[in-house]
């Protein structure tokens, strides 16, 4: 994971890096991995599944959450000290583009919640 600073052209300093999600849930329903005959592997790798998705996991130990909006596959995450953005997916080599690039990117990228405070 590689993590950038830039100043934009309005004098902002910027810092970037990328974000891959670990403990959620990355499969839904309609991802479910399934092959059919038709697939190209040998022997071929069909669903089997009978019942219902029984996927609860652990809440106690290890909650699942549901991503949306395409960040299931991670995102680049832009942040200065007045606001916080989101870039999906991860741009390819996003770590060695020019800063004017970069700073394309984080225009293009979509305005992030502010951070929650556990602690006042």
Same mark, same amino acid.
């Given at each position: 994971?590689?993590?950038?600073?830039?100043?934009?052209?309005?004098?902002?300093? #910027?810092?970037? #890096?990328?974000?891959?999600?670990? #403990? *959620?849930?990355?499969?839904?329903?309609?991802?479910?991995?399934?092959?059919?005959?038709?697939?190209? +592997?040998?022997?071929?790798?069909?669903?089997?599944?009978?019942?219902?998705?029984?996927?609860?996991?652990?809440?106690?130990? +290890?909650?699942?959450?549901?991503?949306?909006?395409?960040?299931?596959?991670?995102?680049? *995450? +832009?942040?200065? *000290?007045?606001?916080?953005?989101?870039?999906?997916?991860?741009?390819? =080599?996003?770590?060695?583009?020019?800063?004017?690039?970069?700073?394309?990117?984080?225009?293009? =990228? =979509?305005? =992030? *919640?502010?951070?929650?405070?556990?602690?006042?």
């Amino acid at each position: 994971m590689g993590h950038r600073t830039f100043t934009d052209s309005k004098g902002v300093l #910027w810092n970037a #890096w990328e974000v891959v999600p670990q #403990w *959620a849930d990355r499969r839904t329903g309609r991802a479910r991995r399934s092959r059919s005959v038709d697939d190209d +592997f040998d022997p071929p790798v069909l669903e089997q599944r009978r019942s219902p998705d029984r996927r609860q996991g652990r809440p106690d130990l +290890f909650p699942r959450i549901r991503l949306s909006g395409g960040l299931d596959g991670g995102w680049l *995450a +832009f942040e200065s *000290a007045r606001e916080r953005r989101r870039l999906s997916p991860i741009p390819a =080599a996003w770590e060695i583009v020019p800063d004017s690039e970069l700073e394309r990117m984080c225009g293009n =990228a =979509a305005p =992030a *919640a502010p951070p929650r405070r556990l602690i006042e």
